[in-house]
């Protein structure tokens, strides 16, 4: 029987495993299994497995080993069992050799090679984009169906039924998970992209737990890092590692010593990490004379404008505005055009703004930042009751305790 101080210490093990390295094991058993969704099912058995077996018996040794050689004893019982058992005899006979091995995942050197060969793997053409990123982004990178669904703007039901039909559609079509080979990069490339793209902005902004999640930044700016030596005049994927630098080169910066965001206009400039943004701007000036800017690019030049103002008072919002003209030319998008419309209010005015705000008030209905925005805008032009509504509603969005608290003390210096 087990006890409930050993049952909550299971349950909290086997939720930092699945936060910290569920994508990494799931790497691993489809690099084993050539099968997503096996390998999925077995990880999904062997984590069941853990919740009992650990709550009678105490955490082993290593529980990733001790997950990685039960997903795989999984993955026999159930070859063993299929239907089509004769047909997968050579897949099954592979698998037991493996299991009498040593089931230690592989090196940490190793992890960031495999991992960009499986979000490859993952993110195959025979999938609809949104549906392959999502899959890759839940599989192999490992964020939560809450999370992806706030990265693509969508409910979680609508996100969690979206992934569904991507595994029904892989299972009935029988898409093979093999490694994909240089002569297939260009056509998975864009969904590759967007796989490190949206993992970085979940550690950027997380939406559950920290507010920041360094680890995921830190993962998406290595694995971009591998991609542009595999792929080195690639603009979009200088673009894109130039955008994270950026970026991230404020991240000491964004939060106080008790975990409250520090706003832009608050942070200390002289604390920016003045090397990764010589990188950043070192690799979009490369990038653009390439001229072929893209989404990756445009983005990292908003970054950099933001990178060199003095302050946040002397920062080029008219220039912002404008590259925001061009991203949205290039790819329309209600997002980019709420962070145009943010240039717009310091550039214009926050009146011109907020007339500006009700255009795209039903696409980003339940999306936080515009709340938040609004929020402020209403806020400058002194309509407070208006504004403690919205500020109200963002709150209710919020996925941090870091976000509610900072909308709440914005909110308190109402009148």
Not at 97 to 121: M, V, W
Not at 141 to 152: C, N, Q, V
Not at 192 to 215: M, P
Not at 277 to 286: D, K, P, V, W
């Amino acid at each position: 029987m087990v006890n409930a101080p050993a049952a909550v210490q299971t349950a909290n093990e086997i939720d930092r495993l699945i936060r910290t390295d569920g994508g990494r094991l799931m790497a691993c058993l489809i690099a084993r299994l050539r099968d997503f969704q096996l390998a999925e099912d077995c990880l999904q058995d062997a984590l069941e497995s853990a919740l009992i077996h650990w709550g009678r018996h105490g955490l082993p040794r290593s529980p990733e080993a001790w997950l990685m050689r039960t997903a795989q004893r999984k993955a026999i019982d159930r070859i063993r069992r299929a239907a089509n058992f004769r047909s997968k005899s050579d897949e099954l006979a592979a698998l037991i050799a493996l299991d009498s091995e040593a089931a230690e995942p592989p090196e940490e050197t190793a992890i960031p090679d495999e991992r960009l060969r499986l979000i490859f793997t993952c993110c195959h053409p025979a999938l609809d984009r949104k549906a392959s990123v999502a899959l890759t982004l839940r599989s192999i990178s490992g964020l939560t169906t809450e999370e992806i669904a706030r990265a693509f703007v969508v409910s979680t039901d609508a996100m969690a039924q979206r992934l569904v039909r991507a595994r029904h559609k892989i299972s009935k079509a029988g898409i093979p998970y093999s490694v994909a080979g240089p002569e297939s990069w260009s056509e998975r490339l864009d969904a590759v992209l967007a796989v490190i793209y949206l993992t970085f902005n979940e550690g950027y902004a997380a939406s559950s737990d920290r507010h920041v999640r360094v680890d995921l930044c830190d993962e998406a700016i290595r694995l971009c890092r591998i991609l542009l030596t595999l792929c080195p005049h690639e603009a979009e994927i200088e673009g894109l590692l130039a955008l994270m630098l950026l970026h991230h080169s404020r991240a000491a910066t964004r939060l106080g010593d008790l975990g409250e965001i520090i706003p832009l206009e608050c942070q200390d400039r002289t604390a920016w990490n003045r090397t990764m943004i010589a990188e950043g701007t070192s690799l979009l000036e490369r990038a653009l004379r390439r001229g072929r800017p893209g989404v990756y690019q445009l983005q990292a030049a908003v970054a950099a404008v933001h990178a060199e103002a003095p302050s946040f008072q002397e920062t080029d919002w008219r220039e912002i505005a404008l590259i925001y003209d061009a991203l949205i030319t290039v790819k329309p998008n209600p997002v980019f055009e709420l962070n145009r419309i943010v240039a717009l209010s310091y550039a214009d005015g926050p009146a011109i703004a907020l007339d500006r705000l009700a255009a795209i008030a039903g696409l980003l209905a339940e999306y936080q930042p515009y709340h938040a925005v609004r929020a402020d805008i209403l806020a400058r032009l002194g309509k407070d009751d208006l504004a403690r509504m919205a500020y109200e509603k963002a709150i209710e969005l919020s996925g941090t305790e870091a976000e509610r608290n900072f909308l709440g003390e914005r909110m308190g210096r109402l009148a």
